[in-house]
T-cell receptor, first 111, second 115 residues
Framework: DAKTTQPPSMDCAEGRAANLPCNHS???????VYWYRQIHSQGPQYIIH???NNETNEMASLIITEDRKSSTLILPHATLRDTAVYYC????????????FGKGTRLSVIA | EAGVAQSPRYKIIEKRQSVAFWCNPI?????LYWYQQILGQGPKLLIQ????????DSQLPKDRFSAERLKGVDSTLKIQPAKLEDSAVYLC?????????????FGSGTRLTVV
């Protein structure tokens, strides 16, 4: 079972920041937080991952709380092409533990 | 670099028929995964390969599903016989590192409809 909790859906105005929350209160010390998104009719796409420090790349920023029990994915300037289902996943760094997907958050970017 | 290639893109079969899906991972990626995604749900892992060996197939319905990865590169997933509840998108993914510090790359999937 997925070890994260996400809201089922969110709306965001085009050009505004989209902030997607994720709760992972049972996260272990060796587990990373991964974010993927799935645009309609495509496979999931890797966005970003982090352990405890905030991370930023060309797609998004990941903010992890100090106690690591929750995180927020930030898309700084959402576009219509960011409309997708966003998955927050916790996964151990070592071993063969695969990605376990929940139902994710369906983000709708509105013009 | 080229992505993960999957074929066919779509397949419609009758129940009790057999079907096979093919996946070509990114060159050099040792780990390969097959996921099943039923409409409205997140992907569910079916099987994980490391090179040509099976790492985890605990959620593969082995009475009807089988998978192989010959020579540690391409992989095929087969269903025989198919049931109505097998209607789903079958996703293949690969990753460079066993530990997964780098993300997976997914293919676009094969959409199977069983009628």
């Amino acid at each position: 079972d997925a070890k994260t909790t996400q809201p089922p859906s969110m709306d965001c105005a085009e050009g505004r920041a989209a902030n997607l929350p994720c709760n992972h209160s049972t996260i272990s010390g060796n587990e990373y937080v991964y974010w993927y998104r799935q645009i309609h009719s495509q496979g999931p796409q890797y966005i970003i991952h982090g352990l405890k420090n905030n991370e930023t790349n060309e797609m998004a920023s990941l903010i992890i709380t100090e106690d690591r029990k929750s995180s927020t994915l930030i898309l700084p300037h959402a576009t219509l092409r960011d409309t997708a289902v966003y998955y927050c996943i916790v996964r151990a760094y070592s071993g063969n533990t695969p990605l376990v997907f929940g139902k994710g958050t369906r983000l709708s970017v509105i013009a | 670099e080229a992505g993960v290639a999957q074929s066919p893109r779509y397949k419609i079969i009758e129940k009790r028929q057999s079907v096979a899906f093919w996946c070509n991972p990114i060159s050099g990626h040792a780990t390969l995964y097959w996921y099943q995604q039923i409409l409205g749900q997140g992907p569910k892992l079916l099987i994980q390969f490391q090179n040509n060996g099976v790492v985890d197939d605990s959620q593969l319905p082995k009475d009807r599903f089988s998978a192989e990865r010959l020579k540690g590169v391409d992989s095929t997933l087969k269903i025989q016989p198919a049931k109505l509840e097998d209607s789903a998108v079958y996703l293949c993914a690969s990753s460079l590192e066993r530990t997964g510090s780098i993300g997976y790359t997914f293919g676009s999937g094969t959409r199977l409809t069983v009628v």
